[in-house]
C-alpha cells in the first residue's frame, strides 16, 4: 500500500507523499540523541528534513519501480542520497564557499548554527548515507550493498560532486563549452546519474535496459543542471542591487551565461528529448520518468 501510495498520481501529489517518507526514513537514521552530542543531531535534522523537492530521491523510486525493485528499499537508497545532497549544500553555503545567507527560504545552517557545527553536520551526514547502504536493512544481498557504497563514493569524489565543486570554483582560465558540461556532470549530475543506477541495482534489468537507463540518467542530470543556471540567472537578474550570476563572479561562468538565456532552452530541450528517446524501449511503464524529465526542464525552481 505505502508503494501504491508514494508512486501514483500527478507529480506533486507523488512528490508530497514520497517527501514525508523520506524525512521519516532520515529522522529515524539520524535517532535519538541520547548519549549523543543533541546540537549536533539538530543541525542535520535542520540540512536534511523538511526541505528540497526530493527530485533525487523521487527518481530512485521511480526507477527501482520499473524494474521490479522494492519501494522501502529505494526510500533507505533515497533517504542516503537526500543526505548527501543535504551536505554538499550545506558545505557550499560556507562562507569559504558561496557564502549565502537563505537556503530552501530559511537561513542557511551556518547562519542558524555557526560554521564549525555546519561543517561538523555535513561530515556527519556524509557518514551516515554510507551507513544506510551499508546497512542489511538497505538490501540482504552484501555484493549489491557493497556495490551500492563503491557507486555513491565514485559520484561523491573526485570525478562526483567534489571534484565538480571544485572546477566551479577554480575554473581553466577560458573555459570551453565542454568545460562547462564537465563542471555540470560532476557537480550535479554524478549523483542524479547515482540515484538512477543504485535504483537500477534494486530490481533486474538486462545489459542494454541499464545501459539506457544510464544515458537518461546523464542526459537528466545535465538538463537538471542547466535549468539551475537559467533560474539562477532569472533570479538574479530580477533581483535589485545583486550582481548577475553572484556564483559565476566567484569561479566558473553558468550555461546560461554561456549559452545566452535562449541559447540554454534551446539545448535544454535538445537535452529533455534525449531523456525520453533513451527510455523509448521502455513503453509506457516509464512515464514516472518521463514526467521527472519534463519536470527538470520546466521548473520554476
Ligand atoms: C559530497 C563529499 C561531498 C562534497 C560536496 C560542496 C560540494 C562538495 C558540492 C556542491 C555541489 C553543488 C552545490 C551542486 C549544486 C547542485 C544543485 C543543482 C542543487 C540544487 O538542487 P535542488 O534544486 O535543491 O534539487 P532542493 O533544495 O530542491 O533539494
Given at each position: 500500500a505505502l508503494r501504491e501510495s508514494a508512486l501514483s498520481g500527478s507529480l506533486d501529489d507523488r512528490l508530497t507523499r514520497l517527501r514525508a517518507d523520506i524525512d521519516a526514513e532520515i529522522d529515524r537514521a539520524i535517532g535519538t540523541a541520547r548519549g549523543r552530542d543533541r546540537r549536533l543531531a539538530e543541525a542535520m535534522r535542520y540540512a536534511a528534513i523538511g526541505g528540497g523537492k526530493r527530485f533525487r530521491a523521487l527518481l530512485v523510486a521511480a526507477v527501482a519501480d520499473l524494474v521490479g525493485g522494492s519501494y522501502a528499499q529505494a526510500l533507505r537508497v533515497g533517504a542516503a542520497i537526500e543526505c548527501i545532497h543535504a551536505q554538499s549544500l550545506v558545505h557550499d553555503d560556507l562562507p569559504c564557499m558561496d557564502d549565502d545567507d537563505l537556503r530552501r527560504g530559511v537561513p542557511t545552517l551556518h547562519r542558524k548554527f555557526d560554521e564549525a557545527t555546519a561543517v561538523l553536520a555535513g561530515d556527519a551526514l556524509i557518514a551516515l548515507a554510507f551507513e544506510i547502504l551499508a546497512d542489511e536493512a538497505t538490501h540482504p544481498d552484501a555484493a549489491v550493498r557493497a556495490g551500492l557504497v563503491l557507486s555513491l563514493a565514485r559520484a561523491v569524489g573526485q570525478d562526483g560532486l567534489a571534484g565538480g565543486q571544485m572546477m566551479d570554483l577554480f575554473p581553466p582560465a577560458r573555459p570551453s563549452r565542454q568545460d562547462l558540461f564537465d563542471c555540470e556532470q560532476r557537480k550535479t549530475g554524478a549523483l542524479i546519474r547515482f540515484a538512477v543506477e543504485a535504483g537500477a541495482m534494486l530490481g533486474h534489468c538486462s545489459t542494454d535496459e541499464r545501459a539506457r537507463l544510464l544515458t537518461f540518467a546523464e542526459n537528466l542530470g545535465l538538463v537538471f543542471q542547466i535549468r539551475d543556471d537559467m533560474l539562477d540567472s532569472i533570479g538574479d537578474a530580477a533581483v535589485v542591487g545583486k550582481a548577475v550570476g553572484k556564483d559565476a563572479g566567484a569561479g566558473r561562468k553558468n550555461a546560461a551565461e554561456m549559452l545566452g538565456l535562449d541559447g540554454a532552452a534551446r539545448h535544454a530541450s535538445r537535452l529533455e528529448s534525449m531523456c525520453h528517446e533513451a527510455l523509448?524501449?521502455?513503453?509506457?511503464?516509464a512515464s514516472p520518468l518521463r514526467d521527472l524529465a519534463r519536470f527538470a526542464v520546466n521548473r520554476m525552481h
Open positions: 523509448d524501449n521502455f513503453g509506457p511503464k
